[in-house]
């Protein structure tokens, strides 16, 4: 089991929030490095691997949902109530269903 909790919040259409926090991620911060093998980069910026394992059976991440280290508790009814906690925009989202570690890899800025 890898070591940290995530909060993220799923956008609806109608920019609603639904929280969901997810044991057993790995949250690794980067600052001026690359961030994935194929080029993706940011000059800050969060990789998060999710294995399946961790998350319900519904579960699905999508670019322009939040994400937070740690149990957070907030309802938030802005995208500004997000920011103002640290949470980070998801920029993109890869489902991997394949290997010993089927997973979900999401990098946030």
Do not use: C
């Not at 670019?63 to 740690?70: E, I």
């Amino acid at each position: 089991m890898l070591p940290h909790t995530i909060t993220l919040w799923n956008r609806a259409d109608d920019e609603t929030y639904t929280r969901v926090v997810i044991d057993g991620v790995l949250w690794e911060e980067s600052r001026g490095v690359q961030l994935r093998k194929n080029g993706v980069s940011a000059d800050n910026g969060i990789f998060v691997t999710i294995p399946f394992e961790s998350t319900p059976g519904s579960f699905v991440v999508r670019p322009q949902d939040f994400m937070a280290k740690g149990n957070i508790s907030l309802e938030p009814k802005t995208a500004k109530d997000l920011l103002a906690v640290g949470a980070v925009i998801v920029s993109a989202a890869d489902k991997f269903d394949f290997g010993s570690l089927p997973h979900w890899e999401v990098t946030g800025k």
